[in-house]
């Protein structure tokens, strides 16, 4: 028998997702930064493009603070992480 999620588990499962892409985009930018092989350019480019927009998707249903949210998750607007449980 299958339990629908709580509305508590949606909100954590869309703010996990939504931190993880965009660290996900943030690695891809500092892998492009590096001169990969073409090969690797054409795949981080499309991994890029495929998750941007699942992001954009996510954040366009989302509340306001729960965008804030999963954008505070970047490196670029709040320092690097030191450890797991700033994550």
């Known amino acids: 028998m299958s339990t629908r999620p ?3 588990q949606i909100v ?3 703010d996990t997702l ?3 892409l ?3 985009l943030e ?3 500092v892998l492009l930064e590096r001169n990969p092989a073409w090969t690797e350019q054409l795949l981080l480019r499309l991994v ?3 998750y941007t927009s699942k992001l954009r998707r996510l954040v366009a249903v989302l509340l306001a603070n ?3 949210q999963i954008l505070s998750a970047s490196e670029k607007m709040s320092g690097v992480v030191i450890g797991f ?3």
Request: proline share 0%.
């Open 12 to 14: 954590a499962n869309a």
């Open 18 to 20: 939504g931190k993880a």
């Open 27 to 29: 690695v891809c930018d």
């Open 6 to 8: 709580t509305a508590e």
């Open 22 to 24: 965009v660290r996900l």
């Open 48 to 50: 890029q493009a495929l």
């Open 85 to 87: 449980s700033q994550n």
């Open 66 to 68: 729960l965008t804030a």
